[in-house]
């Protein structure tokens, strides 16, 4: 068992050795799918490479069955009989079979694995990854970063990024695998959070504005009393569920924390971080007015029967089938906890309805500036891959995750097979036809072909080639000529070229104007070893079981008050506290670089 309390390794910060590995895989070395990195000479396993430097074929015989489980619900593919994870097998010597969350949460899930003691060879763990570095279950990385074998990897993050990942004991066990880009930023998507709604309901109004709570629900009302009805793709009549939220483990967060964003605060997650004055200062944006205005907001449309009845007991895969049948017309959710039903949208035919979602940057009071949209990367160091201590070759799984960051992998991940899956124009430049587009959306096609492995290491932004965006949802032009004709008239209607336009944040880098950004990656990572971190939990379990009620209550002002006794008796004043020295604290090695 780790210890908790360990001070931390200082005598020398492997920020030097990451360095000078940095650098012994930069250079003039040519583009990244033309260099495989080399592995110990131990490892007859692994991929070898040509003179002319690309990835020999590894023989089907010599290929590794690795296996990794993801702490979150995936779509498994039919591993062993998959084309595309068959040739990335033969240019890394990997086969990866994935598991993932299924009717559990991630605690239990890794709290069972952990009872069991038999692990995977890769893990993201989570918000359970605190809990498998505690068991002594997870391989350090810093040896495999150093060594200059791994170069990709090595240089995902620069020295100083990869010293945030320590824990306690020195040592780096994962590495956060999104919000990475290479090249040039290409993002035309807003993975953030939002109000979103049907491009069909904002049509149907003539596309106005919507600035504030207010507005967004009197037009959802307005909607649903002129069409109360609506029709699946087979015809069949169903009625419209105006507004759902997701309450369900720790998803509840798409009805807890709107109100930091509704007062113009970026996504801290956990807290507000007020950086108007001298000195940032730690806010709970769980007793703020806009806080109490927001539920009581939903209060008020829950009793005239705008929000769905059902919200305070489904479960996320209620959620995302309600969502893919085409008939709720709003939620608050991060985009990346739904984009799924955009392929069950368009294989349905559901998109040509406009019954895709576009997101709006909703504030609690119209002329205010929202920042729903985060420009820039986030890094999350609170959780990642990692590879275990049961894993039987970790030179391989090193190797395999460094191949990953290989453009022609990268290609093969995302783009698909060229001809196949995606064409090349006379300048270079990836495209699909709607024929391609609606075979990639396909759930068989899918299980049969295509192998993204979307929890191993990625970049967004712009490929090696310098003209081709690594993930086809960034490619501006695949963007636009991928839209269904009533998200091409909503994009043209409000002048807009991708979803960040829609939603008009304030354009900045948030990691230069808020350099302590985002609080979440430290509150994710509390336990309860100190005061902060045990109010922190009883903050988390009481929101949890009264923000339902507080929205279903007959009446608000007393179940309100009631909530806020609940709240006040978990002691938050010990997390913010503990946020505030940790807020100090990043203001203060930023002051000092």
Not at 311 to 325: A, E, H, M, V
Not at 413 to 422: K, L, P, T
Request: glycine share 8%; proline share 5%.
């Amino acid at each position: 068992m780790k210890n908790n309390t360990m001070k931390k390794v200082v005598a020398l910060s492997m920020s030097t050795l990451l360095m000078a590995a940095s650098l012994a895989g930069c250079g003039s070395a040519p583009a990244a799918d033309n260099a495989a990195p080399a592995t110990t000479d131990s490892n007859d396993t692994a991929a070898q490479t040509t003179d002319s430097g690309e990835a020999a074929p590894v023989a089907s015989g010599d290929i590794v069955d690795f296996t990794f489980f993801a702490g979150m619900p995936g779509t498994e593919i039919n591993s062993g009989n998959n084309e595309i994870q068959d040739m990335i097998a033969e240019k890394t010597g990997v086969r990866l079979k994935e598991t993932w969350l299924t009717g559990q949460t991630v605690s239990e899930a890794i709290g069972s694995i952990i009872a069991s003691g038999t692990y995977p060879d890769l893990i993201d763990g989570g918000d359970g990854c605190a809990d498998l570095y505690n068991e002594g279950v997870l391989v350090p990385w810093d040896e495999y970063l150093a060594s200059g074998k791994y170069p990709n990897l090595t240089n995902y993050y620069t020295p100083t990024e990869w010293d945030q990942f320590r824990q306690d004991d020195g040592h780096i066990y994962w590495c956060n695998v999104f919000q990475n880009t290479k090249g040039a930023p290409t993002g035309t998507a807003h993975n953030d959070e939002a109000f979103w709604i049907q491009a069909r309901v904002l049509e149907w109004d003539n596309y106005p504005e919507i600035k504030t709570l207010d507005q967004y629900f009197d037009l959802i009302e307005r909607y649903a009393a002129a069409n109360p009805k609506t029709q699946d793709a087979n015809g069949n009549e169903m009625d419209i569920i105006p507004y759902t939220c997701l309450c369900d483990d720790w998803r509840y967060f798409c009805i807890e924390n709107a109100p930091q964003f509704l007062d113009g605060y970026p996504n801290d997650g956990s807290v507000i971080v007020d950086f108007e004055g001298k000195d940032p200062t730690i806010v709970d944006y769980n007793t703020t007015p806009t806080a109490k205005r927001y539920f009581q907001k939903l209060n008020e449309e829950y009793k005239k029967g705008i929000v769905d009845k059902d919200f305070g007991t489904q479960k996320y895969d209620d959620y995302i089938t309600k969502l893919s049948n085409g008939n709720v017309l709003g939620m608050c959710d991060q985009y990346w906890d739904f984009q799924q039903i955009n392929d069950a949208l368009l294989t349905a035919g559901l998109d040509k309805q406009g019954c895709n979602y576009v997101p709006l940057g909703l504030t609690i009071d119209e002329g205010m500036e929202n920042r729903w949209h985060t420009y820039g990367d986030t890094l999350n160091t609170a959780s990642g891959i990692a590879v275990t201590t049961s894993c039987s070759d970790p030179d391989l799984a090193f190797s395999f995750l460094d191949k990953m960051l290989d453009q022609d992998i990268m290609n093969l991940r995302f783009w698909g097979v060229e001809g196949v899956d995606y064409l090349v124009d006379e300048n270079g430049l990836f495209y699909r036809t709607p024929e391609i587009r609606a075979q990639v959306a396909d759930p068989k096609y899918k299980a049969d072909h295509m192998c993204t492995y979307s929890y191993l290491p990625q970049y967004g932004g712009t490929s090696d080639d310098g003209i081709n965006a690594n993930l086809p949802e960034e490619q501006p032009s695949e963007f636009y000529d991928k839209l269904a004709e009533p998200l091409k008239k909503c994009f043209d209607a409000y002048g807009a070229k991708n979803y960040p336009d829609l939603i008009g944040s304030v354009v900045e880098d948030v990691n230069a104007t808020h350099p302590w950004f985002p609080m979440w990656s430290y509150s994710n990572n509390l336990d309860t070893s100190t005061p902060g971190g045990v109010a922190w939990t009883k903050m988390g379990e009481t929101k949890h079981e009264w923000l339902p009620k507080i929205v279903m209550a007959s009446d608000f002002e007393s179940e309100w008050n009631n909530y806020m006794s609940a709240y006040e008796a978990c002691q938050p004043e010990d997390f913010l506290n503990q946020m505030q020295e940790e807020l100090d604290r990043r203001v203060a090695a930023n002051a000092g670089n």
